[in-house]
């Protein structure tokens, strides 16, 4: 037999090439897992291994190191340092049965307006920030043309249920706890833009079954619940029942849900 006949006669091993392919590339991998590599750090928002900057504008890893920083209390507290919001840590509490926060926070205030300071959970506050800056503020740029100067809430932490519209009685059935019970939730009523023009649920959100045409303001609800959905884990507006029918809830910690 010839020698090109008898080299093409003999089975490709697949395996062996693969196990060429890879390991080079698993040695690289690792040798950044244990930092003896390292990715200068003007590359860091495209680094999957460098904290969140929660002020650089997002990108692919974007919600993988935000789910990583909500995580650990050491992450999120690093990154909520760096959003410019005044919060103080406040001490780790039970307050009833499946109620309480732990490393929680007191946002008194934010670049918005807030009202009321809000108790609200690290990972809750990281992502309300960042909510702020990448999807409300375009948002309203983009359709009103100017910022949104406060928000207009109806609250943050309780011990309470889940509000099905069928009271929320905090001694019963703790394991349908909400989860502003945990400080993991806000309800957003509506919002005050910079010329003091109010943008609210109740009169301006468009269910998705409306019939009319869209308002502006619809529209600017859309963007809004829309980019709650990248930062939050949980938003529920007025097309999820009637119990939210003039607000947004805005959560952490649960399952992912958009409604």
Known sequence: MSEPARLASRPFRWGRWLLLL??????????????????????????????????????????YKLARARGSPA????????????????????????????????????????GMPLTLSCPMALSLAMWERHALQPAATRHFGEPVAGLEHLGSYACRNVNTGEGTAPQARPAHRSRHATANALDLAGLKLASGRRITVLRDFQRADASAPATPEASFWKDVHAGACHYFQGVLGPDYNAAHRDHLHLETGGFRMCR
């Not at 507290?77 to 109620?99: F, H, I, K, W, Y």
Request: hydrophobic share 45%.
């Open 22 to 63: 890879w390991t080079p590339l698993l040695a690289i991998v690792y040798a950044f897992w244990i930092g003896v590599l390292t990715i200068p750090e003007r590359y860091n928002p495209y680094n999957p291994w460098a904290p969140l900057e929660p002020l650089a504008s997002p990108n692919a890893l974007t919600s």
């Open 75 to 114: 992450l999120c507290n690093q990154a909520l340092a760096q959003t410019g919001m005044d919060v103080e840590a406040v001490p780790d509490r039970v307050t009833g049965p499946s109620c309480g926060f732990e490393n929680a926070v007191r946002v008194r205030q934010a670049n918005i307006t807030l």
